[in-house]
T-cell receptor
Framework: GQNIDQPTEMTATEGAIVQINCTYQ??????LFWYQQHAGEAPTFLSY??LDGLEEKGRFSSFLSRSKGYSYLLLKELQMKDSASYLC???????????WGAGTKLIIKP | GAVVSQHPSWVICKSGTSVKIECRSL??????MFWYRQFPKQSLMLMAT?????????EQGVEKDKFLINHASLTLSTLTVTSAHPEDSSFYIC????????????FGPGTRLLVL
């Protein structure tokens, strides 16, 4: 079957760094996405990886290892507004659909 | 990033009525749009894939006669919840696939449906 795993919840301190991991097992791979979702709002796109390596976008970076079926989202200089759920999603083979993880709720403490 | 709008953002209706939700891609054309449902504190659940000019593809367990999808143009898809019941109360979110670049899915702001 197809499966995406990420931790349910993480806690970090304002100003620190946090890494959210995602492992996947899918039939086919055509890219991995990270989205941020604040409570009560729709997801917003953060990053896209299709090749191995690190993609950096400001305070956020995303890493992919296709051979390991593994990705992480790295958030630096954490701010209170970063408290949200972070969703990992993989585009497999069919119909451009995304296979979604359950999301990681990130709690930032002062 | 690309902009997707949804209308209405909030709906409260009586049981048995039908509710139409519109999803528009504002600055790009979307041959494919997706409709999701999300219950509180749960993950996104894909309901159907909407393809411009053809019938939608529904996920297993989603009733196509209950959730009518029309994708009449490259910028508009509609979801109609027919004969809504309280158990249909949820957060409905659409996304549109941008054909350019990474073919990212961009989400609309969502529609909260409350059926009394």
């Amino acid at each position: 079957g197809q499966n995406i795993d990420q931790p349910t919840e993480m806690t970090a301190t304002e100003g620190a760094i946090v890494q959210i991991n995602c492992t996947y097992q899918t039939s086919g791979f055509n890219g991995l996405f990270w989205y941020q979702q604040h409570a009560g709002e729709a997801p917003t796109f953060l990053s896209y990886n299709v090749l191995d390596g690190l993609e950096e976008k400001g305070r956020f970076s995303s890493f992919l290892s296709r051979s390991k079926g593994y990705s992480y989202l790295l958030l630096k200089e954490l701010q209170m507004k970063d408290s949200a759920s972070y969703l990992c999603a993989v585009r497999g083979n069919s119909n451009y659909q995304l296979i979604w993880g359950a999301g990681t709720k990130l709690i930032i403490k002062p | 990033g690309a902009v997707v709008s949804q209308h209405p953002s909030w709906v409260i209706c009586k049981s048995g009525t039908s509710v139409k939700i519109e999803c528009r891609s504002l600055d790009f054309q979307a041959t494919t749009m997706f409709w999701y449902r999300q219950f509180p504190k749960q993950s996104l659940m894909l309901m159907a894939t909407s393809n411009e000019g053809s019938k939608a593809t529904y996920e297993q367990g989603v009733e196509k006669d209950k959730f009518l999808i029309n994708h009449a143009s490259l910028t508009l898809s509609t979801l109609t919840v027919t004969s809504a019941h309280p158990e249909d109360s949820s957060f409905y979110i659409c996304s549109a696939r941008d054909l350019g670049g990474e073919e990212t899915q961009y989400f609309g702001p969502g529609t909260r449906l409350l059926v009394l």
